[in-house]
């Protein structure tokens, strides 16, 4: 019996921690940067609470640690807190509704003139694209709620969002991020797919 405790108290342990953690993290040691990965969602309901611009600015400063090509950083955040301007996004943006009801956004765009490759380049697309999941991994450490809302790559939305927020013409709006404090109860998904792995070969 002295030895079959410990033996049961062990299993239950191990069991309980599959069942707690991600498919497929099992054998990895769960730490808070993993933690905040696995519960990031798209938030798209907010309550009417402010959120400090102290706060909005340490969310693009997240944003400025991501990688970019041969380090240009070619990007600009437009931080929106003003409620007439958050409307006239959510008007032009159809995807992009929640925005009225955002405490505010967070417009990433990039440059074509100091992304790597030149002005027809596509790496600023990357480069921003890397910068929003850092805002969104943020803003969930924060406990707060953002989403990705696309303006490019199509032409309209991005010609509404430039129009709006008076950005100029080498300057391209990859997504409008409206951040708010979390008022529903939208989850994360387990996105989990064994399938999706090849190890060393397709
Ligand atoms: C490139 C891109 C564009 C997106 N555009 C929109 C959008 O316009 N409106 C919206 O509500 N969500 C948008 N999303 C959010 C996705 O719908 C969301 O990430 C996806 O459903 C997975 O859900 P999750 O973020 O909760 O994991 C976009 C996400 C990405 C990466």
Known sequence: MKTILPLAVSALVLLSAAFATPAGAEEVQMNDTLKTIFARKSVRTYTD???????????VRAGMAA??????RPWDFIIVT????????????????MTEHAAAAIVVTGDLNRQFGGKEALYWTLDCSAATENILLAAE???LGAVWT???????????????LSIPADNV???VIPVGVPGG??????KFDAKQIHINKW
């Open 173 to 175: 709006p990859l997504c």
């Open 141 to 143: 450490s924060l406990g």
């Open 67 to 72: 990688p970019t090509a041969v380090d240009k």
């Open 185 to 190: 109860n939208e989850q994360p998904k387990d």
């Open 150 to 164: 696309a303006a490019y790559p199509d032409a309209a939305r991005i010609q509404a969002v430039r129009s709006v």
């Open 82 to 97: 003003n409620k007439a301007t958050l409307k006239k996004l959510s008007d032009a943006l159809p995807h992009a509704k």
């Open 49 to 59: 609470d402010p959120v400090p611009l102290d706060k909005l600015k340490l969310l």
